[in-house]
């Protein structure tokens, strides 16, 4: 076998790890798209053109990896994952956090997967040492690319979340909170300020994801007119985190001082959450604030 060994499945799987691409996001009522935090911003996965030995193993340890997880093989996939693991630290090469990703369908990561076997088979010990290695690669990120390192923070956050270990959750987000301060662009740490804030909410730090909610408010506030589009995303974000805070008095004001597609996407992030919440009268007075005729007919449906 070549030492450059990559089927369709690692290639595949190697590109969504290498570049990240901003994932547009409809809502109803908008023609516009939301693009969330996740945007390129110059990541050094393929910062080099020559692989050395241990970046040519990898790949092929990562498809034996998968092919015991689809085999249900507990031992067998965390084995593979630790020797990735180990070669990933020692030439700091970050393929291993496609693990983190879900595919391009936006089905369930590779991770999601492994929990999901471990949670059924009573192991789930097995897994946690593994998420403080992935923690431990992620931090090796250089802050340039502090948006994705966030990213992959906020995911180990919360697959922490998922299997009880709250003490470790918060000390990734804090870890998360720290790569935060070096993003470019106010429209990219509003979104990180807001993802790192949902996980605290699950956590059930209300009043950390409160303070980061209104950090993120502020640098909606500094995006220029000139790009007004960008505010779309964090505007969305920001009032769904809002509306499950129960901020109602800081969800009216932040969509009073928008308008046009902006006051309709935080307008149409809030209300899916109050529906849900069964609070009906709060939802139908956001969409009543919604001027297009076809845009809050759409919503309204939605309460129907």
């Known amino acids: 076998m070549s030492k450059l060994y990559f089927s369709r499945r690692i290639l595949s799987s ?8 901003a994932t547009p996001v409809s809502y109803v009522g908008l023609s516009s798209s939301i693009v969330r935090a996740k945007l390129p911003d110059n990541f050094d996965y393929i910062r080099r053109c020559d692989l050395n030995e241990a970046d040519n193993s990898i790949p092929v ?18 084995n593979y994952i630790q020797k990735i693991l180990n070669l990933s630290k020692q030439s700091k090469n970050f393929f291993v956090l496609s693990w983190l990703e879900g595919d391009s369908n936006g089905g369930e990561s590779n991770f999601q997967r492994l929990i999901n076997l471990a949670q059924s088979k009573k192991q789930t010990p097995k897994v946690i040492n593994l998420l403080g290695q992935f923690s431990e690669i992620t931090n090796l990120i250089s802050a340039s690319s502090s948006t994705s390192k966030v990213d992959y923070f906020v995911k180990i956050a919360e697959y922490f979340h998922q299997i009880s270990q709250k003490e470790q959750a918060l ?37 950390t994801a409160m303070k980061l909610s209104a950090e993120a408010e502020k640098f909606i506030q500094q995006i220029p007119k000139a790009s007004a589009n960008q505010k779309e995303s964090p505007l969305f974000n920001l009032a769904q985190v809002y509306a499950q805070l129960g901020a109602d008095s800081q969800l009216q004001k932040l969509i009073s001082t928008q308008s046009g597609n902006a006051k309709n996407a935080a307008i149409n992030g809030a209300v899916p959450v109050y529906i849900n919440a069964k609070k009906l009268d709060l939802a139908e007075t956001m969409i009543k604030q919604v001027k297009a005729p076809e ?9 129907a």
């Open 14 to 21: 190697l590109l969504l790890a290498s570049i990240t691409i």
């Open 61 to 78: 340890l990562q498809e034996q990896a998968i092919k015991a997880l689809d085999k249900k093989e507990l031992d067998t996939s965390i």
């Open 171 to 207: 000390k990734t987000l804090n870890q998360a909170l720290q790569a935060e301060r070096f993003i470019q662009g106010a429209a990219f740490r509003a979104n990180a300020s807001i993802n790192i804030a949902r996980i605290y909410i699950k956590l059930g730090q209300r009043a």
């Open 295 to 303: 845009q809050n007919t759409l919503l309204l449906g939605q309460i």
